[in-house]
Every structure is written in C-alpha cells, then in structure tokens.
C-alpha cells in the first residue's frame, strides 16, 4: 500500500515511522487507483482508509488548535496566560500547515524519493566512509526527536499526575494537556471528560511527532546530498589520475568531466527539487520560531507560583525548540559549504599538470579540457541552498538572525510586562 522506493537497500529512518502513522506518507500510486473492472477492495480499501484516516488526524489537530484559541482569545488580556497557552497554540499551528501540505503534495512526495533513492541515497554497501560520516550526522536529530518525546510526554502526563497524585480536584478543575475553551461541558461525566482527554492528548501527539519525523526526513535528504558532494569531490580529485596513455588522455579526460558534469547536475537538480517541496514548511516554521522561542523563555523568567513539573516542561520545551532550529540550520549550511568546496576542488585537481611535470610523457592539459573546468569552477560559485521561498536561507546565519529577533521580542515583552505590573502596584 505504501510507496515502495525503488531501491530496496535504502533505510530511512525510524522517525519516518510516525509519517505513516500520522496518514502523511505517500501511496504506490496504484493503492489509490480502481479501475473500471477493478473490485473495491484490497489495496484500494486500504489506501481510502488510510486517507480518511490522514484527514482525520488533520482535522483533530485543527479542532484541538480552535479550542486553545478560544481559550487564548478568553484570556487576552492576561499577558502570562496568554504567552504560556502561544507556546502550544502556535506549534500546533505549524504541524498543522505540515501536516495539509504533507497530504495535498503526495506525489510530488513520492517523486522526491523516487529521486533520493536513484541519485541521492549512499549505500551502507559502498567502499566509502561518507555513508558513515551521514549516519553520524543523523544522530542529531536522534537528540532532537528525544527532547520533543519528552516534551509531548510532559505535555500528556503532568495533568494526570495532578490528578491522581495532588490533592483533590472539583470535577469542572480537572486539567486536560493544553488550555483550552470547549463548546460543550467536558466535565458532565468522567466518559466524556476521559474522550475529550484522549482526543486532545492524540492531536498533540500527532503535532510532535509530525514535527520531527519531518524535519528528521528534511535532514535526512539534506546530509545524503552533502554527502553526494563529496563523492564528486573524490572523483574531481581523481580526474587526472590514472592515464598513461598521452594520445587519448584528453577523450579519457573530457569523459570523465562529462561524468562529473552529469552527477552535479543531479544533485543541483534534487536540492531544487528538494527546496521546491519544503518551502512553505520552512517559511512556516522560520516565522514561528522566534515568537516560539521568545514565550517560553518569557514564561521560564516570569512564571511566579509554578509547579516544579511545568518548569522541567517549559526548560525541555525551549531546548528543544532551539535544537530543532540548530539543526536545521546546521544541515542547511552544510549544503551551502559543501556545494561552494566544489570550486575550490576543481581549481586544486592539478589541472595544470604540476603533478605530472616530472613524467618524460608529460603533456599539458588541453585548452577543451581547461575550458571545461574553468566553466565548471564558475558554475560552483554559486552555492547550493535550501531557502524558505527565498525570503530567508536555511544557514546558521539565519539561525543567529531568528536568536536576535527572538531576544528582541522577548526584551519588549518583559518591559511590557513589568510596565503594567508597576501600573498595578
């Protein structure tokens, strides 16, 4: 039912999972296809359960935010209540926009991976260490996925454990995950308020995991690509290697550049195709990230009388915002360095003959040969970049950019603040 990649060795990883568990991993498109003559059942079954199943999950997520905003809306003028019910109401917001994009772009979803698994994917196979050098680098987002478990986790059991654990509650104080306002009583029985609980805790479930399955998938490719770079980095360092043959080393050399030619333009090609898919995610989540991060540093200072649970909650909360956006940066200006390095490769693979200077064979290289890779060095200038609808770029330049407008929001937030609590006193 599933799309099944057309290389059987490639492994993506465990986070994935959660993409097909959430109804936003793409169909084989024949699970969503019935012929004429073709019986409803089956695959076909399946794949309109499996999408029924996808918008559902889209729509718990989007009834759960319109609850937190009714709240939010309630308690305006509260400027703590308010900022602590943003954390939640905005990253719900944003899986939310994940999760409609997902669903409505499925085969250019399925194209994206058909591509990685022919031109982009490193086998673990490979006599090479940059498949093991991608592994590694994969391993934050490992870090990353761990942090936003224990957040969601927090999220979910911190109100049961008041429950049952602090003193006695009325039934109409009984807290749910988030805060939130509903149009009907939750609290009328202990069925409806355990239905409402389960309900909500599953959408914010769903918000977590969608957020790092993807971002994990988005790094996935991204380091697989610089990856990609360096394999053609080892093949422009070889490209003047290895000919004896003075009469056809130019024909030897021209094929060679040809072949390298050929495996740059691929991976230009996917890294387009690759911002192309994830630009409104990314634009998304850059716009969202620094109010994000400035709320719950601003509930972090100013939380008077908070329960020790919600303070691990709101540290765990920022760590991981900040490592979800570090990473991603991080991954984004990896691509950049390794596609600018081509330049300098190139211009460094001895395509004056100093190495070979010595040999009483020696021939300088030829003006086509030449021609061909000052084309090539021109060309790699340029560098490879993943951008969010080229309104920001994915660098660590752009992650110091979104720290300063956070610290900034959070600067006016504070004296706003304490403005209106010495107004009171």
């Known amino acids: 039912m599933f799309y099944s990649y057309p290389y059987k060795a490639l492994r993506f990883p465990v986070q994935c999972v959660w993409l097909k568990l959430n109804g936003s991993w793409p169909l084989s498109e ?3 296809e019935v012929g004429k003559n073709k019986p409803f059942y089956g695959n076909s079954f399946f794949a309109t359960a499996y999408i029924i199943w996808a918008w559902y999950v889209i729509a718990s997520v989007g009834i759960t935010i319109s609850y937190q905003t009714g709240f939010l809306l309630k308690n305006l003028s509260d400027i703590i209540i308010t900022t602590e019910n943003c954390c939640t109401t905005f990253m719900g917001v944003l899986n939310f926009v994940r999760l409609i994009h997902l669903r409505l772009n499925q085969r250019k979803f399925r194209q994206l991976i058909e591509h990685f698994s022919y031109e982009i994917w490193i086998p673990d196979s490979s006599k090479n260490n940059i498949a093991a050098w991608c592994r590694r680098r994969m391993i934050t987002f490992s870090i990353m996925t761990a942090l936003l478990s224990c957040l969601i986790i927090m999220y979910c059991v911190l109100p049961l454990v008041e429950i049952f654990f602090g003193p006695e509650l009325e039934p109409q104080d009984k807290p749910f995950p988030y805060k939130m306002v509903f149009p009907y009583n939750p609290h009328r029985s202990w069925i409806s308020y355990a239905l409402t609980y389960v309900f909500t805790s599953y959408a914010g479930i769903c918000v977590v995991t969608t ?19 360096q394999l053609l980095h080892e093949r422009i360092n070889k490209l003047f290697k290895g000919i004896h043959n003075t009469e056809l080393a130019e024909e030897l050399q021209l094929e060679r550049l040809k072949r390298i030619v050929e495996k740059h333009n691929n991976i230009i090609r996917f890294a387009k195709r690759l911002e192309d898919f994830f630009n409104p995610i990314l634009l998304a989540n850059l716009m969202i990230s620094s109010v994000l991060i400035c709320m719950v540093g601003f509930q972090i200072i100013t939380g008077k009388n908070m329960f020790i649970g919600d303070y691990v909650k709101f540290i765990i909360y920022i760590s991981s915002a900040l490592s979800q956006l570090y990473v991603l940066c991080e991954n984004g200006d990896a691509l950049i360095k390794q596609s600018t390095l081509t330049a300098q490769i190139l211009y460094e693979c001895q395509w004056e003959g100093s190495n070979r200077i010595e040999s009483l064979s020696y021939k300088p290289t030829s003006k086509r040969v030449r021609n061909h890779i000052w084309f090539m060095i021109l060309c790699s200038q340029q560098p490879v970049r993943i951008t969010a609808f080229k309104f920001s770029t994915l660098s660590l330049q752009s992650f110091t950019a979104i ?12 004296s706003v603040y304490f403005d209106d609590e010495k107004k009171q006193d």
């Open 211 to 229: 957020l790092f399955a993807e971002d994990t998938i988005l790094g996935f490719f991204i380091t697989y690509t610089c990856g990609q770079f």
């Open 30 to 32: 024949t699970s969503t």
């Open 403 to 414: 720290l300063s407008t956070s610290i900034s929001y959070f600067t006016l937030l504070r």
